[in-house]
């Protein structure tokens, strides 16, 4: 999705239509929350329609992005990991990103529910982790694909759009609010505070992706945040 040799007419509308085919992800992110209070009663069916909402919808958007549009992992941030020096800065980063996204998450979150007391979940992820052997399975599946959709989506994604994009103005703060206000509304369901915390925890994942421009890191942080979260 470079420039090339192209118009500028011709790349909005490419940047236009990459961006309406990836808008069923986003769409779901948003209104899930609105069914998976009355889902939650008859668990198998709750994890069909999330495996799909969550799994197969974006994996089926990003081959046809792939396939159509010649987008691949890399351009979304998923650089490859060569030479030594490079996987300690990986390794380093991860680490950093883990604690930072950790401390700005969990320090808003526990902040917001203080001062707004008022505000009750209308479904928690947390709620439907099952007992017994199928706990930590349920645990791992939710914490990797969420890592990893939604830094991809999210982060990466929302990124390459605007950076690609004809859109005028300072883009890297442009690509923040836009990312961050985008991940804190899919979480309405659990209250205003979680997104609040969760805008928080986006425009810092979003800051050190522009430092980094490589989005492993943070889907290895994400990763093992979620897995406290769940735990």
Known sequence: MEHGNFSNDYFSGLV??????SAPFFLFGLVNGIY?????????????????????????????????YGICLHDY????????????????????????????????????WKIITIDTPVFSYSNMVPEGQTRYFAIFYLAATAAIFEEIFFRGLIWRLIYASSIGGNKPYLY?????????LVHWEKGLPEVISTMIFGAVACVIFLRLR??????????????????
């Open 16 to 21: 236009a239509r990459v961006g309406l085919v």
């Open 36 to 68: 998976n209070s009355k889902l939650a009663e008859y668990p198998v069916l709750f994890w069909v329609v999330d495996v799909l909402g969550w799994v197969v919808l974006p994996s089926l958007i990003l081959l046809y992005l792939y396939k159509y």
């Open 214 to 231: 490589n989005l492993l890191p943070l889907i290895a942080a994400h990763f093992f945040i979620d897995l406290v979260i769940f735990w």
């Open 77 to 112: 941030g998923l650089v490859k990991i060569t030479g030594t020096y490079q996987r300690r800065e990986i390794l380093n980063w991860t680490v950093l990103a883990t604690l930072l996204l950790g401390m700005y998450y969990f320090a808003f979150s526990w902040l917001t």
């Open 176 to 184: 923040i609010f836009i990312s961050s206000l985008l991940f804190g």
